[in-house]
């Protein structure tokens, strides 16, 4: 059982900053990789960011240059820091994680955090 808690989200306005963090807990023995994906209102869930076990990271169009993902892997968390943001970056912000446990794959996904960006 893997548990993932976001947080840093909030409302803020255009052009400003913010850092989400997503800390992991439970157990699992090998984590292949984790993200961050979104899902505005009406819209199906996307893919944001993803970073590998190897540090290799890849990120949507609509956000390379502004948003950046890493990991701090002694203190078991996940962030994404996110500047220049804009009103089309509000949605409920997911963390994920893609491991093994007991020789299985398993996804997890966290409760996820608003983020509201005004015009």
């Known amino acids: 059982q893997v548990q993932l808690v976001e947080s840093g989200g909030g409302l803020v306005q255009a052009g400003g900053s913010l850092r989400l963090s997503c800390a992991t807990s439970?157990?699992?023995?090998?984590?292949?990789?984790m993200g961050w994906y979104r899902q505005a209102p009406e819209k199906q869930r996307e893919q944001v960011a993803r970073i590998t076990n190897e540090g290799s990271t890849n990120y949507a169009d609509s956000v390379k240059g502004r948003l950046t993902i890493s990991r701090d892997n002694a203190k078991n968390t996940l962030y994404l820091q996110m500047n220049s943001l804009k009103p089309e970056d509000t949605a409920v912000y997911y963390c994920?994680?893609?491991?093994?446990?007991?020789?299985?794959?398993?996804?997890?996904w966290g409760q996820g955090t608003q983020v509201t960006v005004s015009s």
């Open positions: 439970g157990r699992f023995s090998v984590i292949n990789a």
């Open positions: 994920n994680m893609e491991g093994v446990f007991l020789g299985k794959t398993f996804t997890a």
